[in-house]
């Protein structure tokens, strides 16, 4: 299990024991992060998983790849650190991840 | 051979339940489903799901296995796979994002249902599928760009003509030289009168919609006819039924209607999602191995995976599966259309814009004073499109 934290816009912080090889939406959607809609269920056809990666962990998730963009760009979000969750693999590297959420995924 | 873990009309794990199934298509799509020939069906959601987001499969199934790939500039998204597939979805994803549903597509769908609703109170009563068409044509046609036709209903005629035209294709040279002749007429019509209007003003004056963004690409007329033919045929006929099911059901199912007009929107997105489990539009999708997928796949094998099937696949529903549970998806923590949109690079792009048109078109309806339904549809089956329609419902309100 890999431990990854997420931020509410409010401040609340969530922890959970995530899944090494799930994506990271599908590990939020089954630990109940409520912020992450994830509508289309993990296709990148959405843009409603957003999370924002602390800059401390954005060379390990990387940067937002080219099947992210089309929808990235729709939602408006600019965050420097904006990823599609459902793209982000979990691996043992993310040991301590923390990600933020953002006040709308619409 | 089916890899569903139970046969269809089976209630497994729920005893309380037995026997109940609130599926109001499964009859007639059990009775006419016809996979492709030589296909291996597929119900299994987890199975569906890896074949359906494989790199290693490619479209398959009607008329794919006839579709010239040689000239991709020529023929829809639909039929191409991999990164030319992505790019061209991609070009216009942000028309379908959530974001533009709200903040520009509900603009078109609160205007159509105003014009509805001034309509059928007038009147007294109305063809539901009448109604569900409207507004399934005036949103298709705006995202699209086909917004210089004479009219809409005239609009949606034509490219039901061409659609249905080109997914009744034969093998053999004579049904060639007819099916050729028909999409001919067909097409050229609906190229005079809807898209050539449009294209000519979009270049006047640039939208963000389709055409615009193929008209600043320089696509080919072909490109051009065979991608507005996907992106606005499909939401037409696909949402027309999907409205009447949910209506049917929302008539039905007094607790569920109370729930329905009461909840807010997530709840009503629960509900619709739930219906469409039920009763998905699309009943299967067909791909190819191009190579071999894990465990699921062998070379040049074509799958069939049965979305009815996949749908109530306890192994992803939980219990009592023919059951209309609005709660299921969140209780399951899944996503709630579950496999009634497709999964993968080729998942419905209008998805989010057919629950958004079909939540507005509801609620607004069945707020009417005096709204019931008159008489129920009747089951059809297109076996075109191998899917459902739903015909003869009548509704009736209070005159205005």
Redesign the interface.
């Known amino acids: 299990m890999v431990a990854i934290t997420f931020v509410a816009v409010d401040g609340l912080e969530q922890r959970i024991d995530a899944t090494d090889g799930l994506s990271l939406m599908e590990n939020a ?2 630990g ?1 992060i409520d912020a992450i809609e ?6 990148a ?4 998983c957003r999370v924002h990666v602390d800059p401390a962990w954005r060379a390990v998730t990387g940067e937002i790849t ?2 992210e ?3 990235i ?4 979000d600019t965050d420097p650190g904006v990823r599609l969750s459902c793209q982000i693999t979990v691996t043992p590297e993310l040991e301590g991840l923390l990600v933020r959420t953002p006040a709308s ?2 | 051979m089916t890899t569903a873990t139970h046969a269809p009309g089976e209630t497994t794990g729920c005893p309380a339940h037995a026997g109940r199934d609130d599926r109001k298509s499964a009859k007639v799509a059990e009775a006419n489903l016809a996979p492709a020939p030589g296909s291996r069906v597929i119900g299994s959601f987890a199975a569906g799901r890896d074949i359906l987001r494989s790199p290693k499969v490619r479209q398959a199934g009607a008329s794919a296995d006839v579709v010239d790939l040689s000239h991709p500039d020529e023929i829809s998204f639909f039929f191409l796979d991999g990164d030319l597939h992505r790019k061209r979805r991609a070009a216009v994803a942000g028309l379908f994002a959530p974001k533009t549903i709200v903040t520009r597509h509900q603009r078109v769908m609160n205007r159509t249902m105003d014009a509805i609703v001034a309509d059928l109170q007038a009147r007294g009563s109305a063809p539901l599928d009448e109604l569900s068409w409207q507004m399934a044509v005036d949103v298709a046609a705006d995202i699209v760009g086909l917004t210089d036709s004479d009219t809409n209903a005239n609009l949606a005629r034509r490219v039901k003509k061409v659609l249905e035209a080109s997914v009744a294709r034969k093998p053999g040279r004579l049904n060639a030289l007819v099916f050729n002749a028909k999409m001919l007429v067909h097409v050229g019509a609906f190229w005079k009168h809807d898209l050539l209007p449009a294209i000519e003003a979009r270049r006047k004056q640039p939208r963000d919609d389709v055409i615009s963004h193929m008209v600043k690409e320089n696509y080919s007329k072909k490109g051009m006819i065979m991608e507005c033919l996907s992106y606005g045929g499909a939401g037409m006929m696909t949402t027309r039924e999907f409205i009447v099911m949910a209506a049917w059901h929302l008539f039905e199912k007094a607790a569920l209607r109370e729930r329905y007009l009461t909840g807010g929107q997530d709840d009503q997105f629960a509900i619709l999602e739930e219906i469409l489990r039920l009763d998905p539009v699309a009943s299967m999708l067909h791909r190819r191995a191009a190579e071999p997928v894990e465990g699921v796949l062998a070379d040049g094998e074509t799958a069939c995976i049965s979305i009815r099937e996949a749908n109530v696949d306890e192994a992803i529903t939980g219990p009592c599966p023919f059951q209309l549970d609005p709660d299921r998806a969140r209780r399951m923590k899944v996503a709630g259309p579950y496999m009634s949109f497709g999964d993968g690079p080729h998942r419905c792009p209008g998805a989010q814009v057919a629950l958004h048109e079909t939540r507005i078109f509801l609620d607004r309806l069945l707020r009417l004073p005096g709204v019931k339904l008159v008489s129920e549809p009747e089951v059809l089956w297109n076996p075109q499109i191998q899917g459902y329609e739903l015909r003869g419902a009548v509704v009736a309100c209070d005159r205005g």
Do not use: F, H, K
Request: glycine share 20%; net charge negative.
């Open positions: 959607v089954a109940g994830a509508i289309c269920g993990g296709n056809y959405c843009g409603t080219e099947i963009e089309p929808m760009e729709a939602s408006g995924q619409s």
